[in-house]
């Protein structure tokens, strides 16, 4: 199995799922279907660290682009439109 990051797992758990998501619910997802082992007792915190990272309209000092995700108002997370 290739080696992917944080936010390549989200990215497909998104796909998959065809609709936004709770942090909750995409990291549960990413354990679920094995697609990323996390060294940390709070994976969720990771989830949305990586997530925001690349989330447009989120601009922090860990910013980073490509933008691949949106926030939308109900505070889940989709993937960015293209």
């Given at each position: 199995m290739e080696k992917r990051t944080v936010a390549q797992a989200v990215i497909e758990v998104l796909q998959a799922a065809k609709q936004p998501m709770a942090i909750s619910d995409i990291t549960q997802a990413i354990l679920d279907k094995n697609?990323?082992?996390?060294?940390?007792?709070?994976?969720?915190?990771?989830?949305?660290?990586?997530?925001?990272?690349?989330?447009?309209?989120?601009?922090?000092?860990?910013?980073?682009?490509?933008?691949?995700?949106?926030?939308?108002?109900?505070?889940?997370?989709g993937l960015k439109n293209k």
């Open positions: 697609l990323y082992t996390f060294n940390a007792k709070e994976p969720t915190a990771i989830v949305r660290g990586a997530i925001e990272r690349r989330c447009e309209g989120v601009n922090r000092k860990s910013s980073i682009e490509p933008k691949y995700f949106k926030k939308l108002p109900d505070g889940k997370y």
